[in-house]
């Protein structure tokens, strides 16, 4: 038998691989976060990352958009929304 192999990508937070299905795809449009367009440039969250609460995920999603949030619930309304709506 013949294996499929499942794209792999990698956590941005936490660097550990995982199936491209098994993780949220964002995307950094004007300083806000928002589901992947297909168009430009992306990232990946793991579920672990998302539900902690984390200063390096803060500090990398600053970085991202290029805004100085201060807490993960500011992120983590933004987050929730995506992954139920994307």
């Known amino acids: ?3 499929i192999n499942k794209p ?3 956590c941005i937070v ?3 691989r995982g199936a491209q299905d098994t993780l949220l795809r964002l995307q950094a449009q004007e300083g806000e976060l928002v589901g992947f367009t297909k168009i430009g ?3 990946y969250l793991c579920a672990d ?3 902690k609460n984390d200063k390096r995920l ?7 958009c290029k805004k100085n949030h201060k807490s993960i ?9 995506i ?3 994307g």
């Open 83 to 85: 992954g139920t709506n």
């Open 8 to 10: 792999m990508r990698m």
């Open 58 to 64: 803060i500090k990398i999603l600053n970085n991202k």
């Open 41 to 43: 440039r992306s990232f």
């Open 73 to 81: 619930a500011e992120f983590g309304i933004i987050l929730k929304e």
């Open 14 to 16: 936490c660097k550990q």
């Open 1 to 3: 038998m013949a294996k």
């Open 49 to 51: 990352c998302i539900d």
